[in-house]
């Protein structure tokens, strides 16, 4: 019995992280980092953690679910935000492939392809939404970050496993 107080105590907890876009506004990069990742655990995603990908300290953040998928989370300011040097950063997310929690020993042709995110509190140009679909990386824009932040499942707003959803409810 205790356990299963327990266990719900801890869903009720889970279910209580909620974040609203003026506290994602003001986050830095740290503080978006450990936003998102606050809401992968509380989704369900386990062993979430940052993986330095470059010399310059870019961090992403990977992890996985109970059933084994894989994720990799790199991280956009968005469209309206550019350096000093008019360019704009964009999420390179060829290290978090390589880092999205494989362990040593395992090859690449043994994992199963990990779910790759992109998260922007802003909005990606319409050439990373295009490249996006090429490559089949997901992107958490503003508006689904507002939702995901607020409590939806990140689950349901990517549509993942709804092909199971309705067989089972056939």
């Known amino acids: 019995m205790a356990l299963r107080s327990r266990a719900a105590m801890t869903s009720k907890r889970r279910r209580a992280v909620r974040y609203t876009l003026d506290q994602v506004d003001s986050a830095d990069d740290r503080g978006l980092r450990c936003i998102v990742g606050r809401l992968l655990v509380r989704d369900g995603w386990v062993d979430v953690r940052g993986v330095r990908v470059n010399d310059s300290g870019v961090v992403h953040l990977v992890g996985q679910r109970p059933d084994g998928q894989r994720l990799g989370v790199a991280f956009e300011r968005g469209a309206e935000s550019s350096r000093q040097d008019g360019t704009r950063s964009a999420a390179v997310l060829r290290s978090v492939r390589t880092t999205a929690g494989i362990e040593p020993g395992e090859t690449a042709a043994s994992v199963p392809p990990a779910l790759l995110l992109v998260v922007s509190p802003g909005m990606f140009a319409r ?8 490559t089949g990386v997901r992107l958490v824009d503003r508006a689904m970050l ?17 092909e199971d959803i309705l067989s089972d409810s056939a």
């Open 127 to 134: 050439s990373r939404v295009l490249w996006a679909a090429r």
């Open 146 to 162: 507002q939702r995901w932040a607020a409590g939806e499942d990140l689950a349901l707003l990517l549509g993942l496993g709804t």
